[in-house]
């Protein structure tokens, strides 16, 4: 296992040959008060665009969310793996691979709902085949909501929860990012790339342990432990790095 640092290598130089990974919120969008907030920059379908003919379409969002919310908030649809890799879309036209029926999920969002409609400060955020408790804009709450979510998973099976940035999920626990990204490097356009992937938050670390393995590149966004190796300090300068690979691929290709 890679050691966990606080900090990491300066950005690196683009290479033709990346297959990118890219996380999404903390990643391409700031982070926001709840997760209809949030705002993507008005050029990222632009930039998208670019790295996607810069690198032979191996381009692929990597998300917590479910791919349909991220088709709706980045305007482009790309391959790539939501609700932690539960779901898969291996082509920008494929069909999304649906999850397997997550038993249990429905019951942990019935027993938390109380909670939520006790406090509209609370968000229950219901995803396919996983469930999401968000206390970011009750931050003091978020003992309870743990205690809650504890409770309402027990007695389910094969589902555990995970920490994100100030939200508990519940989600099944055979996927991780690390399976997805697993999963799309051993298809075109991504097979026999380099895997580059970038995210900001705890539930990314599985993508960078693979990623690592795959002798790949690894980006952390923002503070925090994390065993990816390169840095950079904020979701702006990120955006800022992905348009100069956009640029430069586009010349040199
Ligand atoms: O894997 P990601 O694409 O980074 O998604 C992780 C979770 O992101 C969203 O929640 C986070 O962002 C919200 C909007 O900025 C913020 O309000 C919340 O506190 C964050 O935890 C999303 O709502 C979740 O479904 C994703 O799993």
């Known amino acids: 296992m890679d050691s966990m640092k606080e900090d990491g290598l300066p950005l690196p130089a683009p290479q033709p040959g990346w297959a990118l990974f890219l996380d999404f919120d903390g990643t391409l969008t700031e982070l926001a008060p709840s997760p209809d907030a949030v705002v993507v920059d008005p050029a990222m379908p632009q930039v998208l665009a670019g790295l996607l003919e810069g690198l032979g379409g191996a381009v692929a969002v990597v998300s917590g969310r479910s791919l349909a919310e991220v088709d709706r908030l980045l305007g482009v649809v790309l391959p790539g793996a939501g609700v932690h890799g539960l ?87 055979h996927v991780n990012k690390g399976y997805a990204i697993e999963n799309l490097m051993q298809v075109p356009p991504f097979a026999g790339r380099v895997p580059v992937f970038a995210g900001d938050d705890r539930t990314d670390e599985d993508g960078f342990g693979v990623v690592r393995a795959l002798k790949g590149v690894t980006i952390k966004i923002g503070p925090g432990l994390s065993r990816a190796e390169y840095r950079v300090a904020s979701v702006e300068a990120f955006i800022d790095w992905l348009k100069e690979v956009a640029s430069v691929l586009s010349d040199t290709g």
């Open 87 to 173: 779901e898969l879309r291996t082509h920008r036209d494929a069909e999304i691979r649906p999850p397997a029926e997550a038993e249990g999920i429905a019951v942990i969002a019935s027993v938390l709902t109380p909670l939520v409609e006790a406090d509209p400060r609370l968000i229950l955020e219901t995803k396919p085949g996983a469930v999401a408790l968000h206390y970011r804009r009750a931050p003091e709450r978020e003992k309870e909501c743990r205690a809650a979510m504890k409770a309402a998973v027990a007695g389910t099976t094969g589902i555990h929860v995970i920490d994100g940035k100030m939200v508990l999920e519940a989600k099944p626990d």
